[in-house]
């Protein structure tokens, strides 16, 4: 299969996942762009309390081909962690999304749950010792079972953008910004 062949069928299987509504291809110019939003984002999370580190995005910008896609409220994010929260090399907390855990999180008095996100109370550092080194928030990769099962393709990592990347990339596919609508951003090699 050629690659433009495989590229195709990638696009059609993103465009089958329920919840997704437009693709785009990136190109070298959208790739430059996007890797200084990038950067520029890492030191603005969290209101500045924090430092960003987008794993997801940087794993994706290792891979030859990369797409991006948008999304409605019908998507179903992968399955997480999808954020989190490190301190001094230690997990502080992540979201949880599934009913059951976030249950059992509820009922522990070392755990603290705001919505879907789980902070670790007996994870987190005194005040003083949190001024030494401010919470990293973490994106890891994830991955996508719908395009990993593509014929003529290896290494697919799909990753969330930062707001900045998001917005980049509506406007460089012709979108408004909506409730409810996102971005998600999928790199891939050719085998």
Not at 38 to 58: F, H, R, S
């Amino acid at each position: 299969m050629e690659c433009n062949d495989t590229i195709q069928d990638v696009l059609c299987r993103i465009k089958a996942i329920k919840g997704v509504e437009d693709t785009y291809i990136l190109d070298e110019k959208d790739r430059e762009e996007i890797i200084a939003l990038e950067k520029k984002a890492e030191g603005a999370v969290l209101m500045g309390l924090g430092v960003g580190d987008n794993q997801g995005i940087k794993e994706v910008f290792k891979r030859q081909a990369i797409i991006a896609f948008t999304t409605n409220m019908e998507y179903v994010w992968p399955e997480g962690p999808n954020v989190v929260l490190m301190q001094h090399g230690e997990k502080v907390g992540e979201d949880v999304y599934d009913p059951e855990k976030l249950e059992e999180c509820k009922k522990c008095s070392d755990m603290m749950v705001m919505g879907n996100f789980v902070i670790y109370k007996n994870a987190v550092p005194k005040p003083k010792e949190a001024k030494k080194e401010p919470l990293t928030v973490v994106l890891p990769p994830q991955k996508c079972p719908e395009v990993e099962c593509a014929c003529g393709v290896t290494n697919v990592v799909l990753a969330s953008p930062s707001t900045p990347t998001d917005e980049y990339l509506r406007s460089r596919m012709g979108l408004k910004t909506g409730i409810g609508l996102g971005t998600f951003i999928i790199g891939l090699d050719f085998c």
